[in-house]
């Protein structure tokens, strides 16, 4: 089974300070796609960052960034310079064999971040 | 519209009735997705639309959850004889698919409470 693990259901950060926040996964695919996805409390998930697994430079998109370890099939989302719209639920996904024309994400339970002014 | 539309936004039923809950994707987009969200959950992938192909239901739970895509466009999920089960966030999303596989444009859901 093809499955995608976040084992911090909530977690919390100093406004301006760094959080990281962890997701492992596990497939038997060597071809996958790795998301993070924010749920602000409006309900609307806004997808945050992506990663092909082929690539070995960890993406970035601002102040997020991700640390892929493929051995370890581990994909942690890092925030910096925490910001209060960052507070949100994280979910961590994944699309499994996208180049078989595989659609659906999986995802993890979610992390609730809380950031404190 | 520039987004996912979905409505409506919360919708309270008495077990045993049915629902219908609507989403307007974004214009152009072909691929089309029903998620579910329950409490203390993750996402439950229920059913994609794919252009004029079959739908994957694979993952909708019951026969009593069924949904339609008129037009290549709008799209209702309809849950006959409700349970206090089906109390959940129904997400609808929309990509533009193949070429974009995991990048979901989402609505602000649908939320049901069941009695």
């Known amino acids: 089974a093809q499955t995608v693990t976040q084992s911090q259901p909530e977690m919390s950060v100093q406004e301006a300070e760094t959080v990281t926040l962890s997701c492992t996964y596990d497939?038997?695919?060597?071809?996958?796609?790795l998301f993070w996805y924010k749920q602000p409390p409006s309900r609307q998930m806004i997808l945050v960052i992506r990663?092909?697994?082929?690539?070995?430079q960890n993406a970035t998109e601002n102040r997020f960034s991700v640390n892929f370890q493929k051995a370890a099939k581990s994909f942690s989302l890092k925030i910096s310079d925490s910001q209060l719209g960052d507070a949100a639920m994280y979910f961590c996904?994944?699309?499994?064999?996208?180049?078989?024309?595989?659609?659906?994400?999986?995802f993890g339970k979610g992390t609730k971040l809380s950031v404190i002014p | 519209g520039a987004g996912v539309s979905q409505s409506p936004s919360n919708k309270v039923t008495e077990k045993g009735k049915d629902v219908e809950l609507r989403c307007d994707p974004i214009?152009?987009?072909?691929?089309l997705y029903w998620y579910r969200q329950s409490l203390g959950q993750g996402l439950e992938f229920l059913i994609y639309?794919?252009?004029?192909?079959?739908?994957?239901k694979s993952g909708l739970p019951s026969d009593r959850f069924s949904a339609e895509r008129t037009g290549g466009s709008v799209s209702t999920l309809t849950i006959q004889r409700t349970q206090q089960e089906d109390s959940a966030v129904y997400l609808c999303?929309?990509?533009?698919?193949?070429?974009?596989?995991?990048?979901?444009?989402f609505g602000e859901g649908s939320r049901l409470t069941v009695l």
């Open positions: 999303a929309s990509s533009l698919s193949p070429s974009a596989a995991g990048e979901l444009f």
């Open positions: 497939t038997s695919e060597s071809d996958y796609y």
């Open positions: 990663q092909e697994a082929y690539k070995q």
């Open positions: 996904a994944s699309i499994f064999a996208p180049g078989a024309g595989s659609y659906q994400l999986t």
């Open positions: 214009s152009g987009h072909t691929a």
């Open positions: 639309f794919q252009g004029n192909s079959a739908p994957d």
